[in-house]
């Protein structure tokens, strides 16, 4: 089975690419995308459409743009791995399992214990929580074997 996996959230490690080779080292049959995940390119996807002189409307333009990307990725993914890392509040992510949700796309949401409780909702809503890359791995294995 060739699945399309669609990764977001935390952009300050490197489970994406962890994951990645888990499921190459695997041999699995998945194709992976994600959000843009450098810091300055997201914060300036807007400038293209003209300069600002106040940030709230860059932010504003730029957020326009990445939701272009994302929900695309999102709509065409079978599945999202959403990752919450505990130094930074990835609204972002909690937004796209809300998309997902909207969707009813399946996702796996991926953080620590210490964060249950204020994830609770979004974790209600997902197919999977796993703590590690290599649950994650073992799940996207046993989703895609025949």
């Not at 992976?32 to 709230?56: M, Q, V, W, Y």
Request: charged residues 25%; glycine residues 4%; contains cysteine.
């Amino acid at each position: 089975m060739e699945l399309n996996v669609y990764l977001s959230g935390e952009i300050h490690t490197d489970w994406r690419e962890q994951i990645i080779q888990g499921c190459q080292e695997h041999d699995l049959n998945i194709t992976f995308c994600s959000a843009n995940t450098n810091h300055d390119e997201s914060d300036s996807a807007g400038d293209a459409l003209g300069n600002e002189d106040k940030s709230f409307w860059r932010d504003h333009k730029s957020a326009k743009v990445n939701a272009l990307r994302t929900n695309t990725l999102i709509e065409r993914c079978d599945i999202a791995i959403i990752r919450f890392g505990d130094k930074y509040k990835q609204w972002n992510a909690a937004f796209d399992a809300g998309y997902c949700a909207a969707l009813s796309k399946p996702y796996i949401t991926l953080h620590s214990e210490d964060i249950i409780h204020p994830l609770k909702e979004v974790d209600a809503a997902a197919h999977a929580w796993a703590t590690t890359v290599e649950q994650v791995v073992e799940t996207l294995k046993y989703i895609s074997n025949n």
